[in-house]
């Protein structure tokens, strides 16, 4: 059983489109990230939603919006693609007890913006 | 706010050979502590967390890590690495304040296992 999982796993397209990934996790979790990785393998955090809420939210272009239909999936849309968005975007979930964060990531989805 | 530094970008060693990756970070706060690998073309996977407790930590395949607070660090080890070790290792840590959801990543580093 996948525990988080994305599609697509590999996505090519042109400048200016517009395209979706989706993540879905069946580890029953409350927290779900999107990290964003670049060519020198550097991770950062995108996004992170609790229970359908945005709570994190970092320095990402507004062409990035994340939609959260249910606790299990949290979806990555991009508008007006640019050539700098080319990386691999991970998809994780956590139960967050306490403190304790201990994050279960997903296969990657890696983007090229030709 | 939280930092971490993994001082060496890439570390090659011979396959057998013992293995330090080395990891300090920086919090005002009590942390949580974490390793993760990421093999060729997938996904992160934890390989062992500090939580509180005993300092020395053992992981899966091998690995143990041991905390340290008064030097900040938390450095992974293997007294036998495989070529099947090869993979990219990130440290990261959570804090046990407000911003518990967030984990930090350090920028990793490149194990090459060479045979």
């Not at chain 1, 991770?43 to 359908?52: E, G, T």
């Not at chain 1, 967050?96 to 913006?113: A, C, D, I, K």
């Not at chain 2, 053992?58 to 890590?65: M, Q, S, T």
Request: with cysteine; hydrophobic share 35%; aromatic share 12%.
């Amino acid at each position: 059983d996948t525990a988080v999982s994305q599609t697509p796993k590999y996505l090519v397209t042109q400048m200016g489109n517009d395209k979706s990934i989706k993540c879905e996790q069946n580890l029953g979790h409350d927290t779900m990230y999107w990290y964003k990785q670049d060519s020198k393998k550097f991770l950062k955090i995108m996004f992170s939603y609790n229970n359908k809420e945005l709570i994190i939210n970092e320095t990402v272009p507004n062409r990035f919006s994340p939609k959260s239909p249910d606790k299990a999936h949290l979806n990555l849309h991009i508008n007006s693609l640019e050539l700098g968005d080319s990386a691999v975007y991970f998809c994780a979930s956590s139960q967050v007890r306490g403190s304790y964060n201990e994050q279960f990531f997903g296969p990657g989805t890696r983007l090229t913006v030709l | 706010a939280q930092s971490v530094t993994q001082l060496d970008s890439q570390v090659p060693v011979f396959e057998e050979a013992p293995v330090e990756l080395r990891c300090n970070y920086s919090s005002s706060v009590s942390v949580y502590l974490f390793w993760y690998v990421q093999y060729p073309n997938q996904g992160l996977q934890l390989l062992l967390k500090y939580l509180s407790g005993s300092t020395l930590v053992k992981g899966i395949n091998g690995f143990e890590a041991e905390f340290n607070k008064s030097q900040t660090s938390f450095h992974l080890r293997k007294p036998s690495v495989h070529i099947s070790d090869t993979a990219e290792y990130f440290c990261a840590v959570s804090d046990l304040g407000t911003s518990y959801d967030k984990v930090i990543f350090g920028p990793g580093t490149s194990l090459s296992v060479i045979p």
